[in-house]
């Protein structure tokens, strides 16, 4: 019995001693410049009209480290009770002060987890929630998938990123805090305020309450792979200025959602969506520009 006792007790160290863990640290930026909720930022769009950004999170899936023979490793996420729940996390980048007022005070810009021991050279990850836990209720699920904030219906499921800003008026205000005539409000195509929401569409259900039983036609899930990084010396940097680069934030085409929604029929993803690595109507993909290492 005692030896029995301390093989096992050697093997559960040795199990132990096995696994490695790994903070990812995510910094976000826009334009270059590090985001806070109580800046005015310059230069954005085609116009490069002042903005502020009014929300700025996104759901992170699907995490894995690239090992020295090319062999993509699942990092097993530490289920944190808040951020971190099965392999998704939820970054996020707003504070609730500033433009923010929407937001929650609460910030996360790390995903921890564990790896097998061993030499890592990139990291590979999905940025949006898997389909298997896409198009759930969120008054039933766990954190963070319970942030209403963050979902759309059961047939389209959660918004993956939800990025959003408001042209900045000549006396300072955000036109999404102001008070607008008619026409400022869209029927000759002003806005109040410019949102990225990337999603899956063209989910095929029997209403907006109903989840789909099949994968959606437009899945829009970003797969990122980051070669030579190093997640001791490096961080992740999300700057959406050059996915926005091609777009009028001052402006929305008439009869639809505020900035891109990610739906086929919406002009304003035309240029926005390919700059993800996703092909949107005829329009092919590009290389995504959102992530990248330093």
Same mark, same amino acid.
């Given at each position: 019995?005692?030896? &029995?006792? =301390?093989?096992a007790?050697c093997?559960?160290?040795?199990?132990?001693?096995a696994?490695?863990?790994?903070?990812l640290?995510f910094?976000p930026e826009?334009?270059?410049q590090?985001?806070?909720?109580?800046?005015?930022y310059?230069?954005l769009?085609?116009?490069g009209?002042?903005?502020?950004?009014?929300?700025?999170?996104?759901?992170?899936?699907?995490?894995? =480290?690239v090992?020295?023979?090319?062999?993509? /490793?699942p =990092?097993?996420?530490?289920? $944190?009770?808040?951020?971190?729940?099965?392999?998704?996390? =939820?970054?996020?980048?707003?504070d609730a002060? !500033?433009?923010?007022?929407?937001g @929650?005070?609460?910030?996360?810009?790390?995903i921890?987890?564990?790896?097998?021991?061993?030499? &890592?050279?990139g /990291?590979?990850l999905d940025?949006?929630?898997?389909?298997?836990?896409?198009?759930?209720?969120? @008054?039933?699920a766990? +954190?963070?998938?319970?942030?209403?904030?963050? *979902?759309?219906?059961w047939? !389209?499921? &959660?918004? *993956?990123?939800?990025?959003?800003?408001?042209p /900045? %008026?000549? $006396?300072? %205000?955000?036109?999404a805090?102001?008070d607008? +005539?008619?026409?400022?409000?869209?029927?000759?195509?002003g806005?109040?305020g410019? *949102?990225?929401h990337?999603?899956?569409? %063209?989910?095929?259900s029997?209403?907006?309450t109903t989840?789909?039983e099949?994968?959606?036609?437009?899945?829009?899930?970003m797969?990122?792979t980051?070669?030579?990084?190093?997640?001791?010396?490096q961080?992740?940097?999300?700057d959406?200025?050059e996915?926005?680069? !091609?777009? $009028?934030l001052t %402006?929305n085409?008439?009869?639809?959602?505020p900035?891109?929604m990610?739906?086929?029929? $919406?002009?304003?993803?035309t240029?926005?969506?390919?700059k993800?690595?996703? !092909?949107?109507?005829?329009v092919?993909p590009? +290389?995504?520009?959102?992530?990248s290492?330093?």
């Amino acid at each position: 019995m005692l030896r &029995y006792t =301390l093989l096992a007790a050697c093997f559960a160290a040795t199990s132990a001693a096995a696994e490695q863990s790994i903070e990812l640290i995510f910094t976000p930026e826009l334009g270059g410049q590090a985001f806070s909720c109580a800046e005015t930022y310059d230069g954005l769009g085609t116009t490069g009209a002042p903005m502020q950004v009014l929300d700025y999170r996104l759901f992170v899936s699907n995490v894995r =480290l690239v090992a020295q023979d090319g062999t993509a /490793v699942p =990092l097993s996420l530490e289920q $944190d009770g808040r951020w971190q729940v099965e392999d998704i996390a =939820l970054l996020d980048f707003e504070d609730a002060s !500033g433009s923010c007022t929407n937001g @929650t005070t609460e910030t996360n810009t790390i995903i921890r987890g564990t790896v097998p021991e061993g030499t &890592y050279t990139g /990291v590979t990850l999905d940025i949006g929630v898997p389909f298997e836990w896409n198009h759930g209720d969120p @008054t039933l699920a766990a +954190s963070p998938l319970n942030l209403t904030a963050m *979902f759309w219906n059961w047939r !389209g499921g &959660y918004k *993956f990123i939800k990025f959003e800003m408001s042209p /900045v %008026m000549a $006396d300072g %205000m955000n036109m999404a805090k102001a008070d607008h +005539s008619e026409s400022a409000h869209g029927s000759h195509g002003g806005a109040s305020g410019w *949102f990225l929401h990337l999603g899956s569409t %063209m989910c095929d259900s029997g209403s907006r309450t109903t989840a789909p039983e099949t994968a959606c036609a437009n899945p829009n899930l970003m797969t990122v792979t980051l070669d030579s990084f190093d997640p001791a010396t490096q961080t992740i940097v999300i700057d959406p200025a050059e996915v926005l680069s !091609g777009a $009028d934030l001052t %402006m929305n085409t008439p009869e639809t959602s505020p900035g891109c929604m990610s739906f086929p029929n $919406d002009a304003d993803c035309t240029s926005v969506l390919p700059k993800l690595g996703l !092909g949107f109507n005829d329009v092919a993909p590009e +290389s995504q520009v959102l992530v990248s290492a330093r």
